[in-house]
């Protein structure tokens, strides 16, 4: 199998309300790329919230006087502090300046997802509300322009327990099977394979960030070659696909 990941430059900054399907369908005309069947399409966290209208403007939160111990202890921003309290269903750890939470969606990631980067200062970016709908109504649209049949991803950065350095994960997947499951099959030796299921998603949104990065202004990638096959648009969900249920969690 051979695997093409092409970054998309030339889309212009995300405003609230923008249409991600359009914004795509003209970066790809300008590139003069000819989309496949099966093709991915890994989007950036960050433009997601933009046009979904996730920004919060930091002059307008007001900061828990728990916010104001953690800034006080941690060196950081009370208001972001705040924002990361609103948007955890619990703190995990805090510990060195560094704070691990479980979000609404399920998620386990430093500081819920907020983000200050690539926006304009005096603001924070929240995560999309709900991440595989919006990959779910982006793979239509783009299937809708086309006629074929590809894959969505949103994809942000998380921090690993046991190593160093971060790599971007699906937080929202659709028209794609976003892990393959080998348990069952045979290997090269004829023995059953018992737990093996690669993390599809996750893998395509780490190749996804060589080409789009952090600083270089590409929110978008086109993963072509990645065999995305026939899946509907519902499923691949991150939600229901890559996230360990509590009761399988051994560090819950």
């Known amino acids: 199998m051979n695997i093409r ?3 998309l430059p030339g889309v212009p900054e995300v405003q609230a309300g923008d249409d991600l399907v359009s914004l795509t369908v003209g970066a790809v005309e300008r590139a003069a790329l000819t989309v496949e069947p099966g093709d ?3 989007y950036a966290q960050k433009i997601v919230s933009k046009a979904e209208d996730r920004l919060v403007r930091l002059d307008s939160v007001v900061p828990s006087a728990l916010a104001h111990e ?5 060196g950081r921003d009370p208001r972001v502090i ?5 948007d955890a269903r619990r703190v995990v750890r805090m510990d060195r300046g560094v704070l691990i939470v479980e979000t609404a969606h399920g998620f386990i990631c430093a500081n819920a997802g907020i983000d200050t980067s690539n926006i304009r200062p005096g603001w924070a970016a929240r995560l999309p509300a709900d991440p ?8 239509a649209g783009l299937r809708s322009a086309w006629r074929l049949s590809v894959g969505v991803i949103v994809a942000d950065t998380f921090g690993r327990p046991w190593r160093e350095g971060q790599m971007n994960v699906a937080i929202g ?3 794609l099977r976003s892990v393959l499951d080998y348990r069952g099959r045979l290997d090269s030796h004829g023995q059953t394979l018992r737990s093996t299921a690669i993390a599809v998603a996750d893998e ?4 996804g960030e060589l080409v789009m990065g952090k600083a270089g202004g590409i929110p978008i990638a086109l993963i072509q070659g990645a065999g995305a096959g026939d899946c509907g648009v519902d499923e691949g969900s991150v939600r229901t696909s890559l996230l360990r ?3 399988e969690d051994l560090f819950r």
């Open 70 to 74: 953690w800034g006080r202890t941690s």
């Open 82 to 86: 705040e924002l990361v309290i609103q």
């Open 173 to 175: 997947a659709a028209g």
């Open 40 to 42: 991915v399409f890994v």
């Open 5 to 7: 990941v092409v970054g």
């Open 245 to 247: 249920r509590p009761e």
């Open 204 to 207: 395509l949104a780490a190749a």
């Open 132 to 139: 595989d709908a919006t990959a779910r109504r982006i793979c």
